[in-house]
């Protein structure tokens, strides 16, 4: 499925990669933060994929994309929450393979304390983008590619 992205502010829809290429152009110190959530809603499961384009000390200009697929069931929450992350990998690749930029983190909303249940995501979600050569943001840590 071809993903529609808006910016944040004024709700214009933008061609992706030129946006991010000139947008880059003109803001040169530019970090790419990327990251994915979801809610379910009736029979379906909605996906919002944010990318905040980050200038250090200046705040971050936003770009987000929202669709929906048919509704992953509960007791299917490590796969809702490893789509999220595959969401995310896959517009790092993209920027990556077509601007060659890489994204400073991707942002994962997976908890790491194991009490909490989207921990039991965790490892694969870790495998999948430390795999991709990307740096892991989560609520309670920072992991570095290394």
Same mark, same amino acid.
């Given at each position: 499925?071809e993903?529609?992205?808006? @910016?944040? $502010?004024? +709700?214009?829809?933008?061609e992706?990669?030129s ?6 152009? @003109?803001? %040169? +110190?530019?970090?790419?933060?990327i990251?994915?959530?979801?809610? +379910?809603r009736?029979?379906?499961? &909605? #996906?919002? &994929? ?5 200038? %250090?000390?200046?705040?971050?200009? $936003?770009? #987000? ?6 509704? $992953?069931?509960?007791?299917?929450? %490590? ?9 995310s990998?896959? /517009? ?6 077509? /601007? ?18 989207s921990?039991?995501?965790?490892? +694969?979600a ?11 943001k989560?609520?309670?840590?920072? &992991?570095?590619?290394h």
């Open positions: 499925m993903k529609v992205f808006k @910016t944040l $502010v004024s +709700n214009k829809t933008v992706l990669v946006y991010i290429k000139e947008y880059l152009r @003109t803001h %040169p +110190n530019t970090q790419v933060l990251g994915c959530d979801s809610q +379910n009736k029979r379906e499961t &909605i #996906y919002a &994929i944010v990318i905040g384009l980050y200038v %250090p000390g200046k705040g971050a200009h $936003v770009l #987000y994309s929202k669709f929906s697929e048919p509704r $992953v069931r509960m007791e299917q929450n %490590p796969v809702r929450l490893l789509n999220e992350v595959w969401f990998v896959e /517009i790092a690749e993209l920027l990556k393979n077509e /601007i060659g930029i890489t994204a400073a983190w991707i942002d994962i909303d997976i908890n790491a304390d194991v009490k909490y249940k921990n039991i995501a965790l490892a +694969n870790l495998g999948l983008v430390k795999g991709m050569g990307l740096d892991i989560t609520q309670v840590m920072d &992991i570095k590619h």
